[in-house]
T-cell receptor, first 110, second 113 residues
């Protein structure tokens, strides 16, 4: 499977702390994307990083990509209770599909 | 109105029944997708369409069919529902570049009893 895998599966932190989630994948990619899903709701696109980029920022989000290790990380700084959600990485290999990981469940405790 | 609207939001149906899930979008995107989400398995692609005349199978198309009635509408049918099709179903759209991510609907929670 080309599916990505997130690590950890679940993460619980205090409000104000940083949260780091990792994603590993198996094949060459055009880009890697991160999505957020609130419980039972649709996924929301957060950020896209291209294969020739190493780091990207968007607000409190920082994404890194290491194509040599086939891995990416998502850092959420100064977490808030509203950040509680599941986070998925998805890889675009240039085929006609995005391959989604199984997600990291983040809980931010107020 | 949401960019991608799915109906119904929730549905309980009996084994063997035919059911249709509908999706409409106002993004003006050509590409539309149907995904299924099961706990612990992430999202898996059922079907995708790049325009009205272009329909393609995804990873798990068996037991499903689709219809692209217009650029903005893409429906998913279960011809004879079975319990292991109980899942959360998502419709998504993207532009042809796919450089801006996918836009997802809010999902349909389908239970087959």
């Amino acid at each position: 499977s080309q599916q990505g895998e997130e690590d950890p599966q679940a993460l619980s932190i205090q409000e104000g702390e940083n949260a780091t989630m990792n994603c590993s994948y198996k094949t060459s990619i055009n880009n890697l994307q991160w999505y957020r899903q609130n419980s039972g709701r649709g996924l929301v696109h957060l950020i896209l990083i291209r294969s020739n980029e190493r780091e990207k920022h968007s607000g409190r989000l920082r994404v890194t990509l290491d194509t040599s290790k086939k891995s990416s990380s998502l850092l959420i700084t100064a977490s808030r209770a509203a950040d509680t959600a599941s986070y998925f990485c998805a890889t675009d290999t240039g085929a006609n599909n995005l391959f989604f990981g199984t997600g990291t469940r983040l809980t931010v405790i107020p | 109105d949401a960019d991608v609207t799915q109906t119904p939001r929730n549905r309980i149906t009996k084994t063997g029944k035919r059911i249709m899930l509908e999706c409409s979008q106002t993004k003006g995107h050509d590409r539309m997708y149907w995904y299924r989400q099961d706990p612990g398995l992430g999202l898996r692609l059922i079907y995708y369409s790049f325009d009205v005349k272009d329909i393609n199978k995804g990873e798990i198309s068996d037991g499903y069919s689709v219809s692209r009635q217009a650029q903005a509408k893409f429906s998913l049918s279960l011809e004879s529902a079975i319990p292991n099709q109980t899942a959360l179903y998502f419709c998504a759209t993207s532009d042809f570049t796919r450089n801006y991510g996918y836009t997802f609907g809010s999902g349909t929670r389908l239970t087959v009893v």
